[in-house]
Structure formats: structure tokens, C-alpha cells
């Protein structure tokens, strides 16, 4: 009965059957009816037989029979040997390096499989199995899969995964497909970095997806936003920001960009509308004008800051005014830089209207709200304080009130007045004339009660309404009271004279005798006498005496007469300290206080296109007084004292003054000293005097004179407005002295002198001043520039050298160095690396040298890298070593470039463009190919030259097995010997996966192989011998390196059969 018996590829197939028979039968094996394999291992005992095939292959598989036979018969039994395969795969060497195709392209992936029992084959890409669609088809046999790919697009990059499995395992292999198509659109979105109305700046980033060949330019158009047509911008920039000109302010622009590879141009990246103007808008409008300080040519107008600037700085404010119903004017030339502006020229009598533009560097923003419409006149305020009042009279029911009108009527005329009364102890005022105004500067208070003190004041009324109270200086009590004498009134001296017989009366002031007129009146009733002066005035105040005279005697009496009136003329108004923006006003007392004490001087000022007067204080009681002033604006000023009667006349100054700072003489110069001399010439340096007198305008005198001379000779025309001068003409050796002045509107000031100076050359030790601050850094094939100021006296010599060594430079045609009477060039075309180091320069002259030093590194592309090397070689791998460049190229190494090529084709190949490391391990070597490798270091400076490597073969690290030990002859017949043998002591470092047995008669010199195949076994029996023939054997080792050398030849063995009988009985067990 059959069996089925399954071994893997690779193992041993052990075959046995117990044998009874007598004689012992014959035994014979064979596969498939034929002569098993000579690798078959047969050995037969006493007991049985036992076959086995060790390392066995696909073909080993088959039906096995054993036969056994003596005289009593014979008797076969069978058994099934599969033999099950692992499966393999079999694939294009481009396969494996990867496969590109374009988009569109149908690609066809074929693999060759093999394996037994047939294995099933399965394909996988992103982790996903894939199954026949309308794209892909998968074509199987039991020899071969296809995976056809149809219309390939870039999504179809990647790896697929080809799975092949049966019963004896599994085989996995990857095929690399890259499927090139035009780019992706670039990644949005496209950035507008800045905006004008003449031109935008945009960038964008990469595209994602890059077709799979690098991006060679890209394509950038623009549109107006209303049209269809494209226009080109720019079709050959590799870089991913691009400005973009000659745009039309306003219009509305849309950009789009579109990505090119070698394969073609991608879909376009289209940016959002956007309008050619400034990236900023224009200011909000400002707040609503204010007008103010109005006058009949004149007003100020300010505004508020617009709530939003833009976004950028307000540059300044535009103003327009307009009569009513009128257009509008704009009023200034300039932007105003302030929110608000004196506008000027306006005419009096007519109504205008003010706007305000605020301006940034977009444009004008819209108008503010008009202002509310303004008159050009003269400016009215409220009146100010009515002046001097004070108490005429006074009874126990009423109280006379008198005043003068106020000094300012606020530019409308006086309406009127009020009066108001405070009784003492309460704190409010009550108005006495509720009903109407008081037309008069005078006034009677009823109803008062007897006994009470009471408080007044008296404020102006004009059409704008009421002006500031003033307060009488003192309380009233009412009550009746007697009132002195005043100017106007009339003067009474009463008196009575006695004497007999009567006596001569005689009037007299102030030694003058008085006689009767119009405003003297002279009464004599004896004994009553009495003297008139009517209307008096301020000069009839004095001393009055009255003289009686008769026979017997004489007798007088006097009175002292004082008439109160205004004080006279303040004396002596003096204006001094001006400055801009204030002055000190000073005058003298009246000669003549009216007969009573000053009270107070009121002190007022105006400009001279003004008609009324400003108080500057009204209650002063020094002579002496500041007053604020306004830059730049004239002022007059006037003064008069007040007394309880009222306030005199006012003195006025007859020019205005200028409200500005004062001018006075300069300073002295500073620092005034020899800067440089010569044979015949000197050179004075001096500087600005700290003070300069109040006036910016300064000028200079420079005098000299002769060490033995008493006179000063000036040695220039007019003034120097500079700090420095050559005085030449000098007489060498001469002693000379020298002395500036500083000069300005006010005067001159005092001079300064030098010391006495011996007019001769000077030496001067050189001194270099290198323009050059750090290190000069320049790239290679750029010129090298140094410059060093130079001074000294004599005229140094210049000497350049570089590590010591001026040969050199001065030799090359590259070098050239100038050198004039301050300044030493040095100029070096067309730099190399070798050009850096440090560049000495030498100043020498009698006084001594000076030494300067210039670094310069010159960048450049990285030297070759050193050391390169490849280890760690296989089949399909290997590392290159390698060792910085000696010379970076002065910045530092980037990264390094890795080529490779065959040598068979010399077609260079980039592995890796970005190696970062001074190693790389490199894959996808095909076994067998040699291979060259070459590294490149780059920088930013670009890439150095190549170091290459001498060729190498991809192959493994493991050699041949060694040489067996002889193989011995185990069993002999006449047609057959089995040989066996022991593997070598050195198998290469590989695993053995065969044997070749070779054969020769002991006569002959050619070994002949016994199998057309390695033999995976120690043991093989030689069959189709000569009878009688004598045979020696040899052996070779094989691993995946190659074939071992053959070991010694075994011992010479003929062919014979040996001599023995069979019994007549057999039986036969098998067993698997």
C-alpha cells in the first residue's frame, strides 16, 4: 500500500524497511521505476534497509519503491515523497532599484515564483491588499504574478509589497514605483508681504507634492480683478517671493502661481483679490474745528485726533476755510504738525466756516464736520471790573456809590452796570438793581438799617454778558457822615477878627497875597470874615493865613487846606529783562498823589494791532511788575497809580518791544589752540563759546603779531564763520602770537590768546587710522579693499605686507596700493582663499612708525574631504568613511555630497545630497557590479572638489570552504561504490550547501565530475563503474562564496563484487 511522506526543501529524507528473509534477500530502491539519485544514502544491514537524501531539493520528490528478492520471490512496497519547496522570487534588477514612469504611463510589475506546493501570491501597498478593479490587474500562474497599473498618477508612488506563501513558508519582496507628474499646486495661501499703489509683494510656499522631480521655476500672473486675461509677471524665478511692478493705484489685482519640474507645469495657487494701494488706509476724519481768540484779520482754530490713524502715523493735518456759501480755500502751504493753527488774513466784517483733512502716507483723509460759522471782528468778551469803586455818601437809609468804567469794555460797548450788596455776616449777594441796568458810573443804595455794615460790588454788563466784579476796598456802616473836601468843590475858611479900630484884614497862601476874582471870593462882615475858593483845585491845597492889622497891632491865624483828587503820571515807565515770553515792567511814583496815599497801580498792555488794553494786574502795590508775553509778538505797555479818589493818568510807552530773548555780547572762544604748523603757516582750531549771547549768528576776528611788535595785524577780510583757520605768510623760525574774538550782533568779545609759537616744521610721529572695524570678510572672486587714514610729519612712508612678508604683494599683479598725503588704499582683485590672514601696515618717518593690522578671511568652497574610505562591504551594501576637508572654506561645513557609480558605466549618480554626518551607509548595490564613490563637502559658499574612491565589488565578506580531508570507499561492487567523506575544518564562515565528487581511473589525469549538481550530502554512491577497473576519488566543498579546492585523492579501490550466499526466506517491514 502506498504512503505520502512531506520533507521540506533542505532537510533529510530518511527512508526504512525492516527485511526478513532467508536467504537474506537482494534489495534494490528506485524512484519512479529508475535508479534513485546517486545523493541517496542506501544502506542495508541485516535486519533491513534504510535510504537517505539529505539536503533535499524539489526534484527529490517522486514515488519510491523497494524491492526485495531471494529464490522464495520477492515483494515491493511504495511510499509518496513530496518534497515541499519554500517559495522564491525571482525579479528585475530595476524593480528593485525602482521603477519611474510618468503619470499616465500603464506600468506592468512582473515577478517570477516558485516554490511547491505552489504558492499563492498576494500584492500590498500601503498597507492595503489590492484587488482587480478597473485599475489594477493581477494576472497569477502557478510561475509568475503581474500587477499591471494602469494610468498611473503620483498617488501610485510607493512601495508594493509582493507576498508569495505556501506550506513550507512565506517570501515577501518590494518593488519601488515613482510615478513623475507635473507639481501640485503651490501651498497656499499666496501672502501679500506688502502693498503700494505701485507694486505688491508676495511669496508662497513650495508645492507639497512636487511631481517627484525637484521644482526648476516657477510661473507667476496676475489679473485685474474685473478682466479674463492673464498676464505674465515673471516665468523664470526659482525663488517663492517675487515683486510685482507697474500696478494701477486702486485697481483690484488677483496673482496666481503655478510650479514647474521637468515634466511640465502644475495647477496654478490663486490669491484673494487686492487692491493696489498703500497696505495702510487713510486717517479717520479729525473731530469738529474749534474756533477761538477770533480778532478782525485773525483766529485760532484746533481740532481732536481722528479716532484711527490708518495704521500708520499721522503725518500732519491739511485746514480749509470759506466765506458762506463760498468755496473752500486752503489756508495752509505746509502740513501743520500741531491740532490747532493761527489763520491770518481773514476780513473783518465776513463769516467763515473751517475744516480739517488729517494726512498719513496713504493720503488725505475725508474732511472733518464744519466748524460753527465765525465772524472776523474785533474779539468781545465780557467787560472787565469797573475801576476804583468807592463810597461818595452815606446816610443811616442809604449809601452813594461812584466808579469809573472799566479800562476794558471787552470790544462792545458798555450796557450798563450792576450792583450788588452783601450784609456783614451772611455770604450771599443780593443784585439791589433787579429790575434794569445801571447806565451811570454812579449809584444810591436805599433801604439800608441803621447800624449795619455792608459789603458792595459793582460789575459791567456788555452784549456778552457780565464782566468780573470788583469790590469796594472797605465795609459801610450807615450812618451819616461828613465828607472832606474834593476837587470841584468850593473851599469856606470861616473866622472872626476883633480890634479897634478896625482892623485891615489880608488873605495870603503860600506867601502870595490873595485878592478878589472869579474863583476867589473874599467876605468881610466884621468880626466875621470869610474866604471862598470855588471849583477848587488840586493846586489849591496849602497853607491859607489870614493877617489883621490897625494901629495898635497886627495879628494872623492859618489853616491847612488839602484837596483830594487823582494822582498824577506814574514817572519813569521803564520796560527791561525781555525776554521771549515775559518782560519786567518798573516805573516811579506820581510826583503828585492826588492829597491821598496810592492805593495800587493798574498796569495794562496791547499789541499794536489791537485798539483796546489788557491788564496785565490791577492791584499791584510795588513798582515793579512781570508780564507774560507771546514769542515773537510786540507789546505796548501803560501804568497809572490809583488813590481812593480814582485813578490818574496813564503813562505809555512810546515803542513797543519785541517779545523775544535778549541779544548780548558772546563769549570767548573755547579751547583755542595750534592745531598744526608748517615752514609758513599756522592752523588755529578753536571751539564755540557755551555762551553765545542770545544769538545763533556768531563770527570770528583772528589777529597776529611779531614776538618784538606792539601791533595786531589782522589776517583775513571780514569774519570767519568757521572754528578754524590758516593764518600763512608767516616768516619761518619767526616767533608769532595769535588771538581770536567772537563776534555777534550785540558786540565782541574779549579776545584769547595763544602762546608764543616758533613758526617752523613740525615732526609728528605717523599715526594710522584703520577704516576697517573687526575682520574683513569677503567671498572669493571678490576684491579686497583696505583703507587706513594716515598722519605724521614728514609725510610717512607706507608699507603693506601680509604675515610678514611685502614681496609678495607688492609683486602680484593682482595687488595694487595707493597712497596720498592722508590716506593709504589697498586693493586686491579677483581674492582667493589663500588671500585671508592678517595684513600688516607700516607708517614710517623721522618721528618714528606706527604699525596697523587688517584681518581678512576670504570664503570660499570647502576643500576635498580626506581619508575616504569603504568598508563593511556585502553584497548589496557597504559604508564610506570619510574625514572633514583640511579647509573649510572659512564657515562652516553643511553637509556633504555622495555619488556613486559603476565602473563599467562611469555614469555618476547622486545617493544622498544631505549628508550631515562624515559616514553614510549605502544600500541597493547590485552583487558583483564595481562600484566608485566620490564625496563632495558643501558650504555656503557652494560645493568643494571630489575625493574618489578606488573601485570595489559589491560582494560578500566570506570566502571559499577550505580543502576536505581524502574521502574513503565504504561498500564496493562491480558497477558501484559508495564514497563518504567529512567536511572541512574552514567553511568559509558560510554554511556548506554542497559537494562536487570527482572520479579517475587510477591511470588516467583527468578528474571527471560524478554529478552535473553539487551534493548536499556527506555520502554518494558511484555507479556505471568498469568491472576490474581501479577508481580514486576527490572532493570540494561549496558555499555562496564559490567552490572550495579539491581535497587529496582517496586510496585506489577496483571494482568487485564480494563473495557470499542468500537463504531462501524473506520478509520486509518498511517504515518512514
Not at 698 to 719: A, I, N, P, Q, T
Request: some cysteine; overall charge positive.
Amino acid at each position: 500500500m502506498a504512503r505520502e511522506q512531506h520533507v521540506k526543501a533542505g532537510d533529510t529524507l530518511r527512508l526504512s524497511a525492516v527485511i526478513k528473509g532467508v536467504p537474506f534477500p537482494k534489495v534494490t530502491w528506485k524512484k519512479e521505476d529508475h535508479e534513485v539519485s546517486p545523493k541517496a544514502d542506501i544502506e542495508v544491514t541485516g535486519v533491513g534497509s534504510k535510504l537517505e537524501i539529505r539536503n533535499t531539493v524539489h526534484e527529490d520528490g517522486g514515488m519510491y519503491s523497494l524491492t526485495v528478492e531471494n529464490p522464495a520471490g520477492s515483494k515491493t512496497v511504495s511510499v509518496k515523497v513530496v518534497v515541499l519547496v519554500p517559495p522564491s522570487v525571482d525579479l528585475d534588477v530595476k524593480l528593485i532599484e525602482g521603477l519611474v514612469v510618468k503619470a499616465g504611463t500603464t506600468v506592468r510589475l512582473p515577478a517570477i515564483m516558485r516554490g511547491v506546493p505552489v504558492p499563492t501570491a498576494k500584492w500590498v501597498t500601503d498597507d492595503t491588499e489590492i484587488k482587480p478593479d478597473g485599475k489594477y490587474k493581477i494576472e497569477t500562474d502557478n510561475y509568475s504574478t503581474v500587477l499591471t497599473i494602469k494610468d498611473c498618477v503620483r498617488k501610485d508612488t510607493g512601495e508594493y509589497l509582493l507576498t508569495v506563501s505556501n506550506a513550507a513558508g512565506s517570501k515577501t519582496v518590494a518593488l519601488h514605483l515613482t510615478v513623475l507628474d507635473v507639481p501640485g499646486p503651490p501651498t497656499g495661501p499666496i501672502n501679500i508681504l506688502e502693498v503700494t499703489p505701485e507694486y505688491m509683494v508676495i511669496s508662497w510656499r513650495p508645492p507639497k507634492d512636487d511631481g517627484g522631480s525637484p521644482i526648476i521655476n516657477y510661473i507667476v500672473e496676475k489679473r485685474q480683478s474685473k478682466k479674463e486675461t492673464w498676464g505674465v509677471v515673471s516665468s523664470g524665478t526659482s525663488h517663492t517671493k517675487i515683486k510685482v511692478p507697474r500696478l494701477q493705484k486702486g485697481c483690484e489685482y488677483i496673482f496666481r502661481v503655478r510650479a514647474e519640474n521637468k515634466i511640465g507645469i502644475g495647477a496654478p495657487l490663486d490669491s484673494e483679490p487686492t487692491v493696489a494701494k498703500y497696505m495702510f488706509d487713510p486717517p479717520s476724519p479729525p473731530g469738529k474745528p474749534m474756533v477761538y481768540d477770533i480778532t478782525e484779520n485773525a483766529a485760532t482754530v484746533s481740532w481732536t485726533l481722528p479716532k484711527s490713524d490708518g495704521g500708520t502715523p499721522i503725518t500732519g493735518y491739511i485746514l480749509e476755510r470759506r466765506e458762506a456759501s463760498g468755496k473752500w480755500v486752503r489756508v495752509n502751504k505746509t502740513p501743520i504738525l500741531d491740532m490747532k493753527y493761527r489763520v491770518t488774513g481773514l476780513f473783518e466784517g465776513n463769516t467763515y466756516e473751517f475744516r480739517v483733512f488729517a494726512e498719513n502716507m496713504v493720503g488725505l483723509s475725508k474732511p472733518s464736520p464744519s466748524s460753527d460759522p465765525i465772524k472776523a471782528s474785533r474779539p468781545i468778551t465780557p467787560p472787565g471790573p469797573p475801576i476804583n469803586p468807592k463810597l461818595k455818601d452815606k446816610t443811616k437809609e442809604s449809601a452813594d456809590l461812584v466808579w469809573t468804567k472799566p479800562l476794558k469794555d471787552g470790544g462792545s460797548p458798555i450796557l450798563g452796570y450792576i450792583v450788588e450788596c452783601q450784609k456783614s455776616g451772611t455770604t450771599q449777594w443780593n443784585r439791589i438793581n433787579k429790575d434794569e441796568l445801571i447806565r451811570q458810573c454812579a449809584f444810591r443804595v436805599p433801604g439800608l438799617i441803621e447800624g449795619n455794615e455792608y459789603k458792595f460790588r459793582i460789575k459791567a454788563v456788555n452784549i456778552v454778558g457780565e464782566g468780573e466784579p470788583r469790590e469796594l476796598p472797605e465795609t459801610v456802616l450807615a450812618k451819616d457822615i461828613l465828607s472832606p473836601p474834593e476837587i470841584s468843590q468850593t473851599i469856606r475858611i470861616t473866622g472872626k477878627v476883633k480890634g479897634r479900630p478896625d482892623p485891615e484884614i489880608t488873605w495870603s497862601k503860600d506867601g502870595k497875597v490873595l485878592v478878589q476874582e472869579k474863583h476867589v471870593e473874599i467876605l468881610h462882615d466884621l468880626p466875621n470874615v470869610e474866604l471862598q475858593v470855588k471849583e477848587a483845585k488840586r493846586s489849591d491845597h496849602g497853607k491859607y493865613i489870614i493877617a489883621a492889622k490897625n494901629s495898635c497891632g497886627q495879628a494872623q491865624a492859618f489853616a491847612i487846606v488839602n484837596v483830594l483828587d487823582r494822582p498824577g503820571p506814574c514817572q519813569n515807565l521803564k520796560i527791561s529783562y525781555v525776554t521771549k515770553d515775559s518782560c519786567m515792567i518798573s516805573w516811579e511814583s506820581p510826583v503828585d498823589n492826588g492829597g491821598s496815599e496810592i492805593t495800587n497801580y493798574i498796569v495794562e498792555y496791547r499789541q499794536p494791532n489791537q485798539r483796546g488794553w489788557s491788564i496785565v494786574s490791577s492791584d499791584i502795590t510795588k513798582r515793579l511788575v512781570k508780564a507774560n508775553l507771546v514769542e515773537n509778538r510786540e507789546y505796548f505797555f501803560r501804568v497809572c497809580a490809583e488813590n481812593k479818589i480814582g485813578p490818574g493818568p496813564c503813562i505809555e510807552t512810546k515803542t513797543p518791544i519785541l517779545a523775544i530773548n535778549p541779544i548780548d555780547k558772546p563769549g570767548e572762544p573755547e579751547n583755542l589752540h595750534i592745531a598744526e604748523k608748517g615752514k609758513t603757516f599756522v592752523y588755529l582750531k578753536w571751539r564755540r563759546p557755551d555762551y553765545d549771547g542770545g544769538s545763533p549768528n556768531l563770527s570770528y576776528h583772528v589777529e597776529r603779531k611779531l614776538k618784538d611788535s606792539d601791533e595786531w595785524e589782522r589776517v583775513h577780510k571780514g569774519s570767519i564763520k568757521e572754528t578754524h583757520y590758516m593764518v600763512d605768510k608767516c616768516v619761518e623760525n619767526k616767533i608769532y602770537q595769535f588771538r581770536v574774538q567772537t563776534k555777534n550782533e550785540a558786540g565782541e568779545s574779549n579776545w584769547v590768546k595763544t602762546a608764543e609759537v616758533v613758526v617752523k616744521e613740525d615732526l609728528q610721529k605717523p599715526v594710522l587710522d584703520l577704516k576697517l572695524s573687526g575682520v574683513l570678510t569677503v567671498k572669493a572672486g571678490d576684491t579686497i579693499r583696505i583703507e587706513a587714514g594716515v598722519r605724521g610729519k614728514p609725510q610717512p612712508e607706507i608699507v603693506w605686507a601680509k604675515d610678514k612678508d611685502a614681496t609678495d604683494l607688492t609683486r602680484s599683479p593682482r595687488v595694487s596700493i595707493e597712497n596720498t598725503s592722508d590716506m593709504s588704499k589697498f586693493v586686491l582683485t579677483k581674492s582667493r582663499r589663500t588671500d585671508g590672514g592678517k595684513y600688516v601696515i607700516t607708517a614710517t618717518n623721522a618721528a618714528g612708525s606706527f604699525v596697523a593690522y587688517a584681518t581678512v578671511i576670504v570664503l570660499d568652497k570647502p576643500g576635498p574631504v580626506r581619508n575616504l574610505k569603504v568598508t563593511d562591504i556585502s553584497s548589496d551594501r557597504c559604508t564610506v568613511t570619510w574625514d572633514p576637508p583640511e579647509d573649510d572654506g572659512g564657515c562652516e561645513i553643511q553637509n556633504y555630497i555622495l555619488e556613486k557609480c559603476e565602473s563599467k558605466r562611469m555614469v555618476w549618480s547622486t545617493f544622498s545630497s544631505s549628508v550631515l554626518t562624515n559616514y553614510a551607509k549605502v544600500t541597493r548595490l547590485i552583487e558583483g557590479n564595481e562600484y566608485i564613490f566620490r564625496v563632495r563637502a558643501e558650504n555656503k559658499m557652494g560645493t568643494g572638489p571630489p575625493t574618489e574612491t578606488h573601485p570595489i565589488i559589491a560582494k560578500t565578506k566570506y570566502d571559499r570552504p577550505g580543502r576536505p580531508d581524502p574521502p574513503d570507499v565504504t561498500r564496493v561492487s562491480k558497477e558501484e561504490m559508495t564514497v563518504v567523506w567529512n567536511p572541512p575544518e574552514y567553511d568559509g564562515g558560510k554554511s556548506i550547501t554542497g559537494y562536487i565528487l570527482e572520479k579517475k581511473e587510477k591511470r588516467s589525469l583527468r578528474w571527471v565530475p560524478v554529478t552535473k549538481t553539487p551534493i548536499p550530502e556527506r555520502r554518494k554512491k558511484v555507479t556505471n563503474l568498469f568491472p576490474g577497473h581501479e577508481y580514486q576519488f576527490r572532493v570540494s566543498a561549496e558555499n555562496e562564496v564559490g567552490l572550495g579546492e579539491p581535497s587529496l585523492p582517496s586510496r585506489p579501490v577496483i571494482a568487485k563484487d564480494p563473495i557470499g550466499k542468500i537463504p531462501l526466506y524473506f520478509s520486509v517491514l518498511f517504515q518512514c
